[in-house]
């Protein structure tokens, strides 16, 4: 495996590169998820969240988003940020895009929003996968009813998050 690059999305070139890695993996997001529903969601992490693509070789092999603040709230809860989604290649599973995805996001988050105390993370409540992945380094909290059907909620201080995957990162 070659050297993992991390970046948050800026440029027409990196939004198209993340939108063709989304649309690629779409089904993976959801059985259901159409082309539709994945151009609304690119548009939505577009214009009210942030994006971050995971990159190998030049190559997309991850992506996650995150809204500072959340919907719910109409993002004026300015100390939660919300990871909306985390995606892998299926290629690149077990490997450590998501940990170096999740830690190059978290950070990005404690540096460009300070008042940012808490992380939450929304897992689809079916995919057993990402909710047992979660709970290493997150608290469940609740669940909500997504456009896709339930997903729970995961809360973590900032610092803990960052705390379990330094100790992750030792390894």
């Given at each position: 495996?070659?050297?993992?690059?991390?970046?948050?999305?800026?440029?027409?070139?990196?939004?198209?590169?993340?939108?063709?890695?989304?649309?690629?993996?779409?089904?993976?997001?959801?059985?259901?998820?159409?082309?539709?529903?994945?151009?609304?969601?690119?548009?939505?992490?577009?214009?009210?969240?942030t994006?971050?693509?995971?990159?190998?070789?030049?190559?997309?092999?991850?992506?996650?988003?995150?809204?500072?603040?959340?919907?719910?709230?109409?993002?004026e809860?300015k100390?939660?940020?919300?990871?909306?989604?985390?995606?892998?290649?299926?290629?690149?599973?077990?490997?450590?895009?998501?940990?170096?995805?999740?830690?190059?996001?978290?950070?990005?988050?404690?540096?460009?929003?300070p008042?940012?105390?808490?992380?939450?993370?929304?897992?689809?409540?079916?995919?057993?996968?990402?909710?047992?992945?979660?709970?290493?380094?997150?608290?469940?909290?609740?669940?909500?009813?997504?456009?896709?059907?339930?997903?729970?909620?995961?809360s973590?201080?900032?610092?803990?998050?960052?705390?379990?995957?330094?100790?992750?990162?030792?390894?």
């Amino acid at each position: 495996m070659r050297a993992l690059h991390c970046s948050i999305c800026a440029t027409d070139d990196d939004f198209a590169q993340a939108s063709l890695f989304l649309l690629e993996h779409m089904r993976d997001v959801h059985p259901s998820f159409s082309v539709m529903d994945t151009v609304t969601l690119v548009y939505q992490y577009i214009t009210e969240g942030t994006i971050v693509l995971v990159k190998e070789g030049g190559e997309a092999v991850g992506l996650g988003a995150y809204y500072h603040g959340t919907r719910d709230e109409a993002y004026e809860n300015k100390d939660i940020a919300l990871i909306d989604l985390a995606l892998a290649a299926r290629s690149h599973r077990g490997t450590r895009v998501f940990l170096d995805g999740l830690g190059f996001t978290v950070r990005s988050i404690a540096e460009r929003h300070p008042e940012v105390r808490e992380v939450r993370l929304a897992a689809q409540t079916a995919n057993e996968y990402l909710n047992r992945l979660y709970a290493k380094f997150a608290a469940p909290t609740g669940v909500r009813e997504g456009a896709w059907g339930e997903e729970t909620l995961y809360s973590a201080e900032v610092t803990e998050i960052t705390a379990v995957l330094g100790k992750w990162n030792r390894v």
